[in-house]
């Protein structure tokens, strides 16, 4: 373990393992750094030398002082502190959910540094959830931010919410000890509840129904983000996928209700050299099968030079 000063001088907590090609991994949005590497790295970890962060504000690395402020490149810079401290000037890159927006912004704005990019469970913007088309989707994103706010009272439910967010609503899907782990680590690490779409989500009503009768049938892009005003889920990256230059694999589970896999289909046919690969069944976490993560570590090492 280790920590390093970012570009504005925050402490960034990380985490490495195994032993081979450089790979940092890429954590999504709440839980810390021992996620990734339980869920993800160890996978990796015969054939890779791997690395993984808390993101700024979450576990053990320091918080801004405005918490609102925050968008896609700090979390991008903070990452390329990571890579500077490992001594990396290239590495191959895999990140998960709302990681995996971080790397598409650090592929584009160093990608130099990127010998390979996979992106799990992608979320570019695009299609726009607020619409009547991606209800479920808007539950299942309510629920489970729902469920953060609550991890300091109830560790035991939103461990739950995650686990069926994740792998399905059947318990027998889920690993044995993983429920058990979870409610360890949201015990030590609760997330805390400052940040802007959490904030926004207390406001809501648990009955959306009224609220999705609002809503317009289709879903349209999402309009150019504006620093802080704001979450920083996705920024305008869906406005930039035909920028993104490093090799790229897209995995995405036909049944995740976190990101419609629309949006893994929609960036595979803007970024230039991309490939798809879907799951069935599948949720909103591509940790679930060894075999896939095996595979994504052999497409990866066609690219190492």
Request: proline share 6%; glycine share 8%; net charge negative.
């Amino acid at each position: 373990m280790g920590q390093v000063a970012s570009f504005d001088g925050l402490s960034i907590h990380f985490k490495e393992g195994g032993s081979g090609a450089p790979l940092l991994l890429i954590n999504g949005f709440g839980p810390p750094c021992v996620w990734m590497a339980e869920m993800y790295g160890k996978h990796f970890a015969e054939r890779f030398q791997y690395v993984v962060s808390d993101l700024r504000g979450v576990g053990r690395s320091d918080r801004p002082d405005d918490i609102a402020s925050l968008d896609l490149e700090d979390f991008a810079r903070d990452h390329l502190a990571v890579m500077d401290a490992m001594g990396w000037e290239r590495a191959h890159i895999y990140g998960g959910s709302m990681g995996a927006s971080i790397a598409t912004q650090l592929a584009l704005m160093a990608p130099k540094r990127v010998k390979s990019l996979a992106l799990g469970s992608f979320d570019c913007g695009y299609p726009n959830i607020l619409s009547k088309k991606y209800q479920r989707v808007l539950k299942t994103r309510v629920r489970y931010g729902k469920s953060i706010l609550s991890q300091k009272t109830d560790p035991e439910g939103a461990a739950r919410v995650i686990l069926e967010t994740y792998y399905g609503e059947k318990e027998s899907e889920w690993k044995p000890g993983l429920e058990a782990f979870i409610i360890a680590m949201l015990k030590e690490n609760p997330m805390e509840t400052d940040f802007p779409p959490l904030q926004m989500l207390q406001t809501l009503p648990d009955n959306l129904d009224a609220m999705i009768d609002r809503l317009p049938d289709e879903a349209d892009p999402i309009p150019k983000a504006v620093k802080g005003s704001r979450d920083f889920v996705t920024g305008d990256l869906w406005e930039m996928l035909d920028q993104v230059k490093p090799k790229t694999l897209l995995l995405h589970g036909v049944d995740d209700e976190i990101v419609p896999y629309q949006s893994s289909v929609y960036a595979v046919s803007k970024i230039p050299d991309a490939e798809l690969r879907l799951f069935k069944p599948m949720y909103h976490s591509i940790s679930g099968s060894a075999q896939i993560l095996r595979d994504v570590g052999d497409w990866m090492l066609r690219y190492e030079s």
